[in-house]
């Protein structure tokens, strides 16, 4: 049996992570699509949000594009953390705030592995 690597496993998750919360603001419930109306979005923006959640998703799954994948992640959960911060729901802001550090980290490690490696 072969041995899956952490920064493999983290990366994955990650994304299973983007595609849950791109989901859950494509198929909006109520109370998201209200929530970005008392942000000040207009009332399609959930599914902007959410394409590019899932858009994180895809390039965070494939090893050549998981730099990118994490960058538009971390540029993602770094406004939703402004938006609820400018709002003053701060206890909303610590999931996006995580996520984002995850980003980063996901995409330090891409990055160190892809340009740390002998050619």
Sequence with gaps: MSKIPWREVSALALAAFFVVGSLSNIFASRSIYEEYLQWGYPSWFHFVTGSLELTSAVL???TQTRIWGSALG?????AAFATVTL???YAHGVAP???A???TLVG???WRRRFSSPA
């Design 108 to 110: 330090w490690v891409a």
């Design 87 to 89: 709002h003053g729901e």
């Design 97 to 99: 705030l995580i996520a």
């Design 74 to 78: 971390c540029a993602v959960m770094l």
């Design 60 to 62: 965070l799954a494939r």
């Design 101 to 103: 550090i995850l980003s």
